[in-house]
């Protein structure tokens, strides 16, 4: 990694949680310095703007994501286990998950909605991304006859993460991590008694 990269990397590490917890509007150029120990000639050094952090910013926290729960998963063999092990993650996880702002890829998408357009083709990538990650999971259950061949495992997948986002939504309003537990259950019971053969 080169001098300026690092310095990217630096930056986008130290502010990430930042952007996490009080979004693009909620997150100044002094709260950035702040941070970082930088000057506002370092950071626009390395970024074009603001924007140009926070869709870095945003790209490296729901990879860690990804990360963390791809290697939870990647040490189970069957299929069945890979699924549990995702609601696992994030049982396990919450905690942490909330203490750094809540998840990035739910934060991110609320606030892009409709305030922030130059983040809508990330967002929808990292989700659909996430979606895929799932969606293989079935597919490669159904192929080793763990699964019912009949199912559909992109509508499967998209149910598991709008519970998940759903879960975490609530849970982070009502800071009741038993919401979170309650969607957590209900895939559960989803994957028992409309998956598994």
Not at 21 to 34: E, I, R
Not at 155 to 174: D, Q, R
């Amino acid at each position: 990694m080169s001098k300026a990269e690092q310095t990217r990397q630096f930056i986008i590490e130290k502010t990430a949680v930042l952007f996490n917890k009080n979004g693009f509007s909620g997150t100044s150029l002094s709260d950035m310095t702040a941070a970082t120990g930088l000057t506002k000639g370092s950071i626009y050094g390395n970024f074009e703007n603001k924007e140009e952090v926070m869709i870095a910013v945003f790209k490296h926290s729901s990879a860690e994501l990804a990360k963390n729960a791809d290697r939870a998963v990647s040490v189970e063999t069957s299929a069945y286990n890979k699924l549990i092990a995702y609601i696992k993650f994030y049982r396990n996880n919450w905690i942490a998950i909330s203490e750094t702002g809540g998840c990035p890829m739910l934060n991110a998408a609320t606030e892009t909605d409709d305030a922030l357009p130059f983040m809508k083709s990330t967002v929808q990538h990292a989700f659909a991304s996430w979606n895929k990650r799932l969606e293989r999971i079935i597919e490669f259950g159904i192929e080793q006859h763990e699964f019912r061949p009949d199912i559909n495992s992109k509508e499967y997948a998209t149910t598991f993460l709008m519970l998940i986002e759903g879960g975490i939504l609530l849970s982070k309003v009502t800071n009741k991590p038993k919401n979170l537990y309650l969607a957590l259950d209900r895939i559960l019971k989803i994957i028992n008694e409309e998956i598994v053969k």
